[in-house]
């Protein structure tokens, strides 16, 4: 069995810190992330929505954790 990204983990951790519902919350909150209307969610809306939703993560987390999600690598 494979073991599971500590940043996924750190990030998950983060959110369930919120509370039980704090992933899914996470998820609404990220669809107002997208602050210029492109329909996608660049490095910067990413560190400013997790530095709003208040996640204790360093921009060098949050960096690598955007790379992990980031599906077209733009």
Same mark, same amino acid.
């Given at each position: 069995m494979s073991q599971e990204n500590p940043?996924?983990?750190k990030f998950r951790q983060e959110l369930l810190r919120r509370g039980a519902s704090g992933i899914k919350n996470f998820g609404l909150y990220f669809q107002n992330m997208d602050k210029n209307?492109?329909?996608t969610? !660049? /490095?910067s809306e990413f560190t400013n929505g997790v530095h709003a939703y208040n996640l204790k993560l360093? !921009? /060098?987390e949050i960096n690598e954790?955007?790379?992990l999600f980031?599906?077209?690598g733009i």
């Open positions: 940043l996924i983990v209307d492109d329909y969610v !660049n /490095l360093t !921009n /060098l954790i955007f790379k980031d599906k077209d």
